[in-house]
Structures are given as structure tokens and as C-alpha cells.
């Protein structure tokens, strides 16, 4: 069966730190993967998805950038965070074979920048 | 596609059924979901629906699509205080490869004992 992880579940960085959340995930090749993230507002932001090995899509211009040096890799990144990065940051996955194109969710990283 | 509301509350006792609703705005959405959000964690998908059914029954969840109105319900038959989450329905984007969904922001559903 297919895992999903999320590493680390929780994080306190300040303002101007970089960043680095891993996402991996076991049990099935090349997936579609997912950043989201989600504000205090509860709506969920998609922020980048990738169908492959280095490559990545942005949805929203930011601060952020992901990566994926591995099929089931894929990592979220910041040189400098900034306050309004706070928030709880969704891995997904996705089977690029198999209909539906059903989204599966990581655990999550709680972010708070102080 | 982008367009997913739902009312963000809804308060039930303990037994009753709960009925969560949803619009949406892409008629050529294939597939609806429903995940289950619990307090601190990821979204848990409970059930979905291809679009050209009119419901689907999985034990105690029932989802009834309107495809005319473009409107989505969820009911939980006798909720139980676990059932107590937040709810999100999610259609997919019919155009994209790439499996993208578009989510409502969510209904907070809380069960009184």
C-alpha cells in the first residue's frame, strides 16, 4: 500500500531563516505531487505541483520554491521566510495511471515564523 | 473550476444525521470529492463521486449529486462525536493532466454529545 511522509510535523523559525519540509512518498512510482498550504482562513493554497523528476510548477509567485531530486521526493524550500509563511504545509500525491485522479494526503508541518 | 463553496459551520447532536452541502461551478468536473479534516492533521479522503452518478452510498456516508444545480451533499447518518472535522469538497479540473483539484474552504462540523 501506498505512504505518504511529512517531515518535520512541526517547526518554529524565525524571520529571514531558510526553510527546508521533505515530503516522500513509498508504495507506487512516478506520482504527481503536491504542495499546499493552508492558513488560519482554512481554505487550502495550491503552491506547487511537479509530474517528474526536476520538474516543478509554481501556482503562486512567493518567497518559496520546491523540488524533487527523486521520484518520490519532494522537497519545499525558503532562503529567507517571512511572517505571512506561517501555516500548515499539505503534501499530496496522485497516480498519473489510475482514474480517478485522486489526491493523497500527507500529515502536514505546522509553520510558525515568529 | 475554481469556484467551491460550502457553508463553513454546522452544529449537530450526537445521533442525528448531518447533512453538509456544496456548489460548484465546472460542469465538466468528472469526479466530486469529500476529506475529512481532523484537528492538527492531513486530509483524509472519505468518499467520491463520478459525475454522471446521482449518489453513492458508503455505510454511514451518503452523497447525493445534483449535476443540473451543480450542488454536492454529504450526509452522515447517526454522527457520532469522532465524526467532529472539518469537510471538504473538491472537484477536479476535467482540462488538466495533472489531477488538479479545487477545494472549498471547508465545513467545520461539530457534534454535541
Known amino acids: 500500500s501506498q505512504t505518504i511522509h511529512q517531515w518535520p510535523a512541526t517547526l518554529v523559525q524565525p524571520v529571514g531563516s531558510p526553510l527546508s519540509l521533505e515530503c516522500t512518498v513509498e508504495?507506487?512510482?512516478?506520482?504527481?505531487l503536491y504542495w499546499y498550504r493552508q492558513a488560519a482562513g482554512r481554505g487550502l493554497q495550491l503552491l506547487f505541483y511537479s509530474v517528474g523528476i526536476g520538474q516543478i510548477s509554481s501556482e503562486v509567485p512567493q518567497n518559496l520554491s520546491a523540488s524533487r531530486p527523486q521520484d518520490r521526493q519532494f522537497i519545499l524550500s525558503s532562503k529567507k521566510l517571512l511572517l505571512s509563511d506561517s501555516g500548515f504545509y499539505l503534501c499530496?500525491?496522485?497516480?498519473?495511471?489510475?482514474?480517478?485522479?485522486?489526491?493523497?494526503f500527507g500529515p502536514g508541518t505546522r509553520l510558525t515564523v515568529l | 473550476g475554481e469556484d467551491v463553496e460550502q457553508s463553513l459551520f454546522l452544529s449537530v447532536r450526537e445521533g442525528d444525521s448531518s447533512v453538509i452541502n456544496c456548489t460548484y461551478t465546472d460542469s465538466s468536473s468528472t469526479y466530486l470529492y469529500w476529506y475529512k479534516q481532523e484537528p492538527g492533521a492531513g486530509l483524509q479522503l472519505l468518499t467520491y463521486?463520478?459525475?454522471?452518478?446521482d449518489m453513492k452510498q458508503d455505510q454511514r456516508l451518503t452523497v447525493l449529486l445534483n449535476k443540473k444545480d451543480k450542488h454536492l451533499s454529504l450526509r452522515i447518518a447517526d454522527t457520532q462525536t469522532g465524526d467532529s472535522a472539518i469537510y471538504f469538497c473538491a472537484e477536479n479540473d476535467r482540462g488538466s493532466t495533472l489531477g488538479r483539484l479545487y477545494f472549498g474552504r471547508g465545513t467545520q462540523l461539530t457534534v454535541w454529545p
Open positions: 463521486i463520478f459525475s454522471n452518478m
Open positions: 508504495g507506487t512510482s512516478n506520482p504527481n
Open positions: 499530496a500525491w496522485s497516480s498519473q495511471r489510475e482514474a480517478p485522479d485522486t489526491q493523497y
